[in-house]
């Protein structure tokens, strides 16, 4: 394996990344390593009850006391990468927002996509090169298929990946794949056939791209992602559900399935589609959009707990899984 591969650490969710660094910006005094610790447990618990939603289940089979050294470890990983990307300092045993952390928290405040662009700039311009060399692989192929073949995650699956061009363990290859969906910079649909993962940004070597929002100068290149906001959202998703459902409306069909057809076809991260489908259900329009909440049906694909988190939920905490489309009067 190439060194330059080497340094993937266990960041798989903005939500974790964003809390940690706003907690510690909230503190007037330094931030201790027990306390990033709880906060992360705490975050943990929070996910577990929402997953827990999302299945319609009622046991948690989590442990408090078993997850914490885990948690310790989690912790201690996020700081050495906060550390390495210059956005915290260490000072008397304590840790403490650098210029360049309050700035992320102070974008945040006011753009989080904005915020997102600029986390993922320290980040690829770090030392742990794999997060850039990931980047610009999976570019160059515009979309990874894993034959369902290679579902298993063993010897046969890591030489796949390695024959791909991703000097990855199978371990840091799934981080990244998590860690780059949750900021919207890929998506991944798993079928009985394969697991499809596809980039929803370009990489250009002198401008960037016109067709995004945000850009990002890389250690070789420039990278563009969140793609410009279309004016034809709503004939866009009424031509995605009519192929799913056959030209029929008034078809109760998988939410899950149509954002990933969505965002296949149109190349629109999942978290731009749940805006975009909220701004549409706030307007007058000659559709009828319903969701519904059913059945999570994810199957033994468990990757897709990560997925159905980001679901829109009701008023009692429970997602929405079903959406119906119909024609109204406008």
């Not at 090169?129 to 369902?148: N, T």
């Not at 009701?314 to 079903?322: A, E, I, R």
Request: charged share 30%; with cysteine.
């Amino acid at each position: 394996m190439k060194e330059g591969w080497k340094g993937v650490r266990p960041l798989r969710f903005r939500e974790e990344i964003f809390d940690v660094l706003e907690m510690m910006a909230r503190k007037d005094m330094g931030t201790s390593i027990e306390e990033i610790t709880n906060d992360l447990l705490r975050l943990r618990l929070a996910r577990e009850d929402r997953r827990l939603k999302a299945l319609q289940k009622s046991v948690s089979l989590e442990n408090t006391r078993r997850k914490k050294p885990k948690m310790l470890t989690k912790a201690e990983q996020m700081i050495r990468v906060f550390r390495r990307t210059a956005l915290i300092t260490k000072e008397d045993g304590l840790f403490w927002l650098t210029p360049a952390g309050r700035q992320l928290i102070i974008v945040k405040q006011r753009d989080e996509i904005g915020a997102d662009a600029l986390f993922i700039k320290h980040l690829v311009n770090s030392p742990f090169h794999a997060y850039w060399l990931f980047l610009k692989q999976l570019f160059k192929h515009g979309e990874l298929s894993i034959p369902s073949s290679f579902s298993e995650r063993d010897n046969r699956l890591r030489d796949y990946i390695l024959s791909q061009g991703f000097l990855l363990d199978m371990w840091s290859f799934f981080i990244l794949r998590d860690l780059f969906y949750d900021f919207s910079l890929l998506n991944y649909i798993i079928d009985t056939v394969s697991q499809k993962i596809f980039p929803l940004y370009a990489i250009e070597h002198e401008m960037p791209s016109h067709s995004y929002q945000y850009t990002i100068k890389g250690p070789d290149a420039i990278l563009s992602f969140w793609p410009k906001m279309p004016e034809d959202f709503l004939e866009n998703i009424a031509k995605v559900y009519l192929y799913i459902t056959g030209n029929k409306w008034n078809r109760m069909v998988d939410f899950m399935t149509l954002r990933e057809k969505y965002s296949e076809r149109f190349l629109t991260p999942e978290r731009q589609f749940d805006i975009l489908l909220n701004q549409a259900m706030d307007q007058k329009s000659r559709y009828d959009i319903v969701l519904s909440v059913g059945q999570l049906d994810i199957g033994t694909r468990s990757s897709y707990i990560t997925k159905a988190l980001s679901l829109p939920c009701n008023k009692f905490g429970l997602p929405y899984t079903l959406i119906r489309i119909g024609v109204g009067d406008g």
